[in-house]
């Protein structure tokens, strides 16, 4: 496939494609950014990277932790030799303001929210950022990009993110967690809330909130599962909401300065604007072990009906 066919895009405006894959995968017990779950051995990254390409994202950035770069540059060799060369930046512990230090006993770099920042010094236009471990189907990346067409410039602060449906990203194989946003009448994120072991249990699905408050919901709910889209003049902000989490958590060896939380508090003095936008999907995603064959089947299951090509790396 031609990967730089753009969708009649302003040739001022080059896309992005951030891609979180720090994490260690504590719950899966391996790096299951890199695990195969396609037809030809794909993973879920891979799903991603193919179809940001058709929406004419020319760019793919990776934060990684680096001790697993050569994990990465290994398992994504020669994948896509349609595509620019995949860049790396990396997400430290130590990558934090003047004045302050990890606390002793901390091991892993700080969250989400950190991840982001660790691409602030990439040359960037505008973005989409994802999880490298989720599979978040075609439509996402298009309507993304479509949104950040629409932005004036490269420093506006009217961001959005994709929106899906709560009961379309659960597991029956134990908990997950989820942002679960509240959406106002125009369209528009007014609050998110991250809700941490979310299942069902007597017939009432329900999760708790970091201050560990049980919330009872109804699986109608529009979650955001970290797929945003933005420009550099997110950094600032970011950076500043760093600097404020580390003054109140920094001595919190399990503190975990997450995006959405930061988006949430920008969101409450009016300095961003999210629009959330309703995606179709499917999403996909490998929370614990046994979620890996229920996903390996609904990827085949979309080879069948011509979504994706049997083997993305040859498109056939």
């Given at each position: 496939m031609e990967f730089h066919q753009r969708r009649g895009y302003d040739d001022h405006m080059q896309l992005t494609l951030i891609v979180l894959a720090a994490g260690i995968g504590s719950r899966y017990g391996g790096l299951k950014q890199?695990?195969?779950?396609g037809p030809s051995g794909e993973a879920l990254l891979d799903y991603g990277i193919y179809d940001a390409a058709r929406a004419g994202y020319e760019r793919v950035l990776l934060v990684i932790r680096p001790e697993l770069e050569s994990a990465f540059r290994e398992g994504l060799a020669g994948r896509f030799p349609g595509?620019?060369?995949?860049?790396?930046?990396?997400?430290?512990?130590?990558?934090?303001?003047?004045?302050?230090?990890?606390?002793?006993g901390r091991g892993k770099p700080w969250g989400t929210g950190?991840?982001?920042l660790a691409a602030r010094f990439a040359t960037l236009d505008r973005f989409v950022v994802m999880n490298a471990d989720d599979f978040y189907g075609a439509t996402a990346y298009d309507v993304l990009a479509r949104h950040l067409l629409e932005v004036a410039g490269s420093e506006s602060l009217e961001f959005a993110a994709a929106g899906y449906t709560?009961?379309?990203?659960?597991?029956?194989?134990?908990?997950?967690?989820?942002?679960?946003?509240e959406v106002d009448d125009e369209g528009y994120l007014a609050r998110v809330t991250e809700l941490k072991k979310i299942g069902e249990a007597d017939g009432v699905l329900s999760g708790f909130t970091v201050e560990g408050e049980r919330r009872e919901l109804t699986g109608d709910e529009t979650v955001s599962m970290n797929l945003w889209a933005a420009t550099p003049a997110a950094f600032p902000l970011l950076e500043r909401e760093f600097e404020r989490f580390l003054a109140?958590?920094?001595?919190?060896?399990?503190a975990e300065f997450y995006l959405s939380n930061s988006v949430n508090d920008l969101i409450a003095t009016g300095e961003m604007r999210v629009r959330v936008?309703?995606?179709p999907g499917p999403w996909l995603g490998v929370t614990h072990r046994e979620d890996k064959p229920y996903v390996e089947a609904q990827l085949r299951e979309l080879v069948a009906t011509g979504h994706y090509p049997?083997?993305?790396a040859s498109g056939a």
């Open positions: 890199l695990e195969p779950v595509l620019p060369s995949l860049e790396f930046v990396h997400q430290e512990l130590n990558d934090l303001p003047p004045g302050f230090s990890a606390p002793a950190h991840a982001v709560l009961r379309d990203t659960l597991s029956p194989h134990g908990g997950v967690s989820r942002a679960v946003c109140e958590h920094g001595d919190d060896p399990d936008i309703p995606t049997e083997d993305l």
